[in-house]
C-alpha cells in the first residue's frame, strides 16, 4: 500500500506513483470539546491493545514463521507444483498484514513498518540488480519498495519466478527471498516486543483527543487506509488519476493474483477495529456516547455495504480492471461514501483534526 506508511508510511511520506502515498487533503471542521457523557475512553484503548493490536501482530509473527517453513520447502525444491503450494500459505501471512495495517502508531510509525512490508508497487529492475550482485541492504528507507509482501509476490510468483529459482541465478535468488523474510519477522518483534513491554501502558494511558493522541492517530489512520484503498489499491491502478490509463501491474498482491482479496480484508480490518470487535468498547461506541448514534450506525453500514461491493469483482484485479468496470466503478462509489463519513464526519464528531497529506487529486 502507500501510505503514511505506505511509500506507505510513518510519520515520513515517500510521495511515488508507484507506491502507496499518504492522501489527504480535505480535514473538515472540528467540533471542540465534544461531550462524551461518561464514556470510558481507558476502557476502549485497553481493548484496542489487548484484543486487537497485540493479538494482530502477534498472529502475524505465527504466520511470517509458517511462510518461512513454507518457503524453505518450496525453494529447494522449485517446482510449478509446489509454487502452487506456497500461494495459500503466502496468502493467509498477507491477508493477516492487513489486519495491522491500521495500527501504524507508536512503535510502527517510528520504524516506517508498513512501508517496509507493503510498498508496492515494487521497483522489480532493482530488486533483479539486487539479486544479481548479491549485495543490498534492506535497512535503508531508500529500500523500501524492495521487500516486504509485495517483493515476495513478485520473486515468489512473478512470470520468471520458477526460472530464477533453477537457473544460474538460483543461490542469490534464494538468499533474497530469505533476507527479506528475516528482516520482515525481525521488524514484527520489534514492534510486538515495545508494544508488549513499554508502549501499551503509554497508549492507554492517553485518553486525549489532541494531535498526536492515539484516539486522534487512529480516526487518521481509518481515513488513511481509506484513502488507500481509493488510491493505490484501486484507483490508480483503474486508471481514476491517470486520465483513464490503467496500471494493472501496480495492484497489491499482482503476482500471486490476490489483490481483491487483500482489499477486502483490509476493509474488513478497519471495520472490526472501528466496532472494538463488537464488544461495546470501540470508536463506534464512543460516537454513541457522543451522541452521534445516526452518524455510528451509517457507518457501520456503510462498511457492509462497501465490503460486500468489493467481494462482487473478481480477482485477479488485474484482469478485472477490464472485464469488470461496472463493479470496480459501483465499489469505488462506496469507498467513497465511506471515506467521507470517516474523514469528515467521524473526524468532526470527535474533535480530531485530520493531519496527513493526501495527493490523489480527488
Known sequence: MISKKIRLSGSVIILSMAV????????????????????????????YAD??????????????GQLETAVNTFISSPTAANQQGLKPIFKNAYLQFEHVSVDQLGPAEKVLFTNFFNTFPTDNAVIDGN????????????????????????????SNALQNLN????????????????????????????????????????????AGS??????????????QLKGPRIGWPYGKQSGGVQYPQNTEGYSAGISVALAVENLTSLKSMFNGNGS?????????ALNKQQLSTDVIKQFDVTINSLKTIPDPLSTALINN????????????????????????????????????GD
Open 20 to 47: 502507496f502515498i499518504a492522501c489527504s487533503k480535505k480535514s473538515g471542521s472540528v467540533d471542540s470539546k465534544p461531550t462524551e457523557n461518561g464514556f470510558d475512553k481507558g476502557a476502549m484503548l485497553v481493548n
Open 51 to 64: 484484543n486487537l493490536i497485540i493479538p494482530a501482530y502477534t498472529t502475524l509473527q505465527q504466520q511470517l
Open 131 to 158: 539479486i544479481s550482485r548479491g549485495t543490498y541492504d534492506l535497512t535503508l528507507n531508500s529500500s523500501i519498495n524492495q521487500q516486504g509482501f509485495p517483493a515476495l509476490d513478485y520473486v515468489l510468483f512473478g
Open 167 to 210: 537457473g544460474n541465478r538460483a543461490a542469490n535468488t534464494k538468499k533474497y527471498i530469505l533476507d527479506v523474510l528475516a528482516h520482515m519477522k525481525a521488524l514484527n518483534t520489534d514492534v510486538l516486543d515495545k508494544w508488549k513491554n513499554s508502549y501499551r501502558a503509554e497508549f492507554t494511558g492517553n485518553t486525549k483527543s489532541d
Open 214 to 227: 492515539p484516539i486522534a492517530f487512529m480516526i487518521n489512520q481509518f481515513a488513511f487506509e481509506m484513502d
Open 280 to 288: 461495546g468498547k470501540g470508536m463506534s461506541d464512543y460516537l454513541v
Open 325 to 360: 468496470k461496472a463493479q470496480i466503478d459501483a465499489a469505488y462509489r462506496e469507498v467513497q461514501i465511506l471515506l467521507t463519513l470517516i474523514k469528515t464526519d467521524v473526524a468532526s464528531a470527535t474533535g480530531v483534526r485530520i493531519t496527513y497529506q493526501d495527493t490523489d
